[in-house]
Structure formats: C-alpha cells, structure tokens
C-alpha cells in the first residue's frame, strides 16, 4: 500500500490553509509521507514577505465563524505556518510549488518562503503522488 | 501492576490545539532511548482519541491515559 498523503493547496485563507496544516502535521506524526503542492491563491500565500500577514478566511465564516477563529490566536493556536514547519521538523514533508501558477503570480523561487522544497510541473506530482490518496483543498 | 520506571521526559502541551501535542511528543520521543517513558500534559478535549491512535499506529504503548480536571495526563513507553 502507498502510504503518501498528496495535499494540493488551492486555496489562500487562513482557515484553509490551517486545516491543511494540521492535516499535513497529523500524517507526519503518524510516519506517513506527505506531499503538497501549492497552487493559485495558496502559493501567494507562502511568499516569504506575506507569510505571516492576514490572508481572511473563506466565505462561509461569515462574522460569527471570523470571531470563533480570533479567539482561538488570542488564545495561542499556532499560525498554519508555524504547525507546517513543526510538520517539516517531523520528517517526511515536502512542499512543492506548481510552475504554472509561479508563471500566474510572477513570482520566482527567490520570492517564496523557505518551507517551500522547489517547483514542479502537474506532471511531476502526480508521479510522486503514485496510489496514494490525493486531496485538494 | 504499578509503574515504577521514572519518566526521562514531560512534555507540556497545556494550551496548544490538535494536532501539536502529537506533534510535539513524536518530536520529543526520538530523544529516549527504547523503553523510556514520556509523560505528555495536554488540554486539547480531542487528545484522548489522538493519544490512543497515535499509540497504535507508532508502537509506543500508551501506559497510562488520566484527566484531572481539564488537564490530561498520558504515559507513553517508546517502543
């Protein structure tokens, strides 16, 4: 069985990439390979000089679900980007980002954060995703 | 039967939300040698779950799993 977990991160609000942060760090405390490959409005968000920043969240959460997740940083939940590189300090982690939205964006390797491992093509990931499953966030 | 074997690691998790306190015990397991024990102290509601599943999968029994008040307490032996 091929136990790597494929995420592919479409979308660039917080809440979202959040919860591909704490699925990536579960699958890696497990010992399982996680690959993801970043796309659109997720790869703006790995630009190293808007990491940090406030990307919203999606639509749904409307003024109610916006204050449940205030809340919750004032409380101390880690940023999605501090759980994703916890998650690469665990091993089997490697984030990839794709060349046809780096060519949308205009944006190059130099302009993204450290936690991304390199570019590749639709191609390449879906060799390195093999039989395992795929999600798309 | 009684543990006796004292602990070469806390880990303290209070206040930290799924999937960290996991995350920071299978950090801090690779330090011990096997057999050694690590006590996690964690406030995350769903860590209970997370503890027993995590256990299972990686081989590291689970010798003690306690709540006191809104603190969990687990015991992990490193396989």
């Not at chain 1, 919860?19 to 390979?33: E, I, K, M, Q």
């Not at chain 1, 490959?37 to 679900?65: K, M, P, S, V």
């Not at chain 1, 409380?75 to 060349?99: F, S, Y």
Request: overall charge negative; some cysteine.
């Amino acid at each position: 069985m091929d136990d790597t977990l494929s995420l592919v991160l479409f979308s660039g609000t917080d809440d979202k990439l959040n919860a591909a942060a704490v699925l990536t760090a579960g699958a890696a405390a497990l010992g399982r390979p996680v690959h993801l490959f970043l796309q659109y409005w997720a790869l703006d968000a790995f630009r190293a000089d808007r990491i940090a920043a406030d990307h919203g969240l999606a639509a749904e959460a409307g003024a109610a679900g916006e204050a449940a997740v205030k809340a919750l940083a004032a409380a101390g939940q880690a940023p999605w980007h501090e759980t994703m590189r916890q998650a690469k300090e665990l091993g089997g982690v490697e984030i990839q980002a794709c060349t046809l939205s780096m060519d949308l964006l205009h944006i190059t390797e130099a302009d993204l954060d450290p936690l991304v491992d390199g570019v590749e093509g639709v191609t390449a990931f879906w060799l390195a995703a093999g039989e395992g499953q795929v999600v798309f966030i | 039967m009684i543990e006796t074997t004292p602990l070469a690691k806390t880990i303290d998790a209070r206040g930290l939300s799924c999937p960290l306190p996991i995350v920071k015990t299978a950090l801090g397991i690779r330090e011990l040698s096997s057999g050694q024990l690590i006590e996690v102290l964690a406030t995350d509601p769903g860590s209970t779950k997370d503890f027993e599943a995590w256990s299972k999968t990686t081989g590291h029994a689970l010798v003690e799993s306690s709540v006191d008040g809104k603190v969990f307490r687990y015991v992990l032996r490193k396989k």
